[in-house]
């Protein structure tokens, strides 16, 4: 039997610990949102364990926010952060932010499921312009301000 790991392997390892890093999130963190054990997405990212289970990539998916697709690195872009992270550069400050608006915009809209995809789309996109306007906003202040 052949163990050597592919090279998609590597690059799914890479995205998984990469898409983390940069929404800034610890293992305990994920572990907490998905019920992936720390040790277990520590193995992941390390290819101590190469193969993730295709129900693993999902709960991964969801706590990042991108689609499996994403995940197994077969679509190169992702829904919403990506294009905002690269446009405006984020920190990763920054970034926890935005993603903890997004959350809890969720979790209000939607946590008896009213609203189409449509709605939810709709106010995605209505909350991540007014966060840029704020970003921006808050850092020509900061400019002004040194």
């Known amino acids: 039997k052949d163990h050597s790991i592919s090279q998609k392997q590597i690059e799914l390892a890479d ?48 706590a990042y926010k991108v689609s499996p697709a994403y995940i197994m690195g077969w679509e190169k872009n992702n829904l919403e952060t990506d294009d905002i ?24 809209f939607f946590n008896k499921n009213q609203g189409t995809d449509e709605d939810k789309q709709e106010l995605d996109e209505t909350l991540k312009k007014i966060f840029i306007k704020s970003l921006l906003k808050k850092r020509e202040e ?5």
Not at 89 to 102: A, H, Q, R, V
């Open 15 to 62: 995205r998984i610990r990469n898409k983390r890093l940069e929404l800034g999130y610890s293992l305990e963190y994920v572990s907490e949102k998905t019920g992936i054990p720390k040790i277990t997405l520590s193995k992941y990212e390390s290819l101590e364990i190469p193969t993730i289970p295709s129900d693993k990539i999902e709960k991964l998916a969801e």
């Open 85 to 108: 992270i690269t446009t405006y550069n984020l920190t990763p400050e920054e970034l926890l932010e935005y993603n903890k608006i997004k959350d809890i915009n969720r979790a209000l």
């Open 142 to 146: 900061e400019k002004n301000n040194k």
